[in-house]
């Protein structure tokens, strides 16, 4: 989250963040948005709109739709 860099690393990033989805069994929409930072963050833009297409299942908030259409449009960029 680059509000809250805890992490410089994105790899601990996106290891920290894994194991938040892990322990709520993919059902935190927030955990998973973190996540879903996290690789957009280590540039992996496929895995950064799945997860968000999954928080936003259970929470579908304007916010994560909008960073859910950055994350395409970053995705597509790199096509």
Sequence with gaps: DPDD????????AVDHATKAVQITQNQN???LMGLARAYRAARY???AVELAQK???I???DS???ELG???KL???GR
């Design 5 to 12: 860099p805890t992490y410089t690393s994105v790899f601990e």
């Design 29 to 31: 929409a927030q955990y």
């Design 45 to 47: 833009y496929d895995q």
């Design 55 to 57: 928080a936003i299942k």
């Design 59 to 61: 929470d579908p908030r």
């Design 64 to 66: 994560y739709r909008k």
């Design 70 to 72: 950055q994350f395409e």
């Design 75 to 77: 995705r597509d960029a």
